[in-house]
């Protein structure tokens, strides 16, 4: 069983920056793939972007390419979402997810194993 534990939301003006950190329990972390999603109100859980157990690759939604970084430090456990030049529309609550079989980055909600309780993340205009 592993536990997912999201940070670092919060209230910031469209154009600014923040990074999200997601911390996981359990000694198999970096065996495992991880991805972010995000939910808005009235709308489906959308994919934001995925890294493999190594780090190696990552993939992200056209609507945060070249603005979302995702990234992991295996020695801690956590894998990160830096979110740059952030708009209105990306307000949300962000959901880290650890995918177990880790066969490549998925942005299949069903691929993912175990999921975080999600941090608000709220862009004002």
């Known amino acids: 069983q592993v536990q997912l534990v999201e940070s670092g939301g919060g209230l910031v003006q469209a154009g600014g920056s923040l990074r999200l950190s997601c911390a996981a329990s359990?000694?198999?972390?970096?065996?495992?793939?991880m991805g972010w999603f995000r939910q808005a109100p009235g709308k489906e859980r959308e994919f934001v972007a995925a890294i493999s157990s190594s780090g190696g690759s990552t993939y992200y939604a056209d609507s945060v390419k070249g603005r979302f970084t995702i990234s992991r430090d295996n020695a801690k456990n956590t894998v990160y979402l830096q979110m740059n030049s952030l708009k209105p529309e990306d307000t949300a609550v962000y959901v880290c997810?650890?995918?177990?079989?880790?066969?490549?980055?998925?942005?299949?909600?069903?691929?993912?194993?175990?999921w975080g309780q999600g941090t608000q993340v709220t862009v004002s205009s």
């Open positions: 359990g000694r198999t972390f970096s065996s495992y793939a």
């Open positions: 997810a650890a995918d177990r079989r880790a066969l490549g980055v998925t942005t299949l909600p069903t691929r993912y194993d175990y």
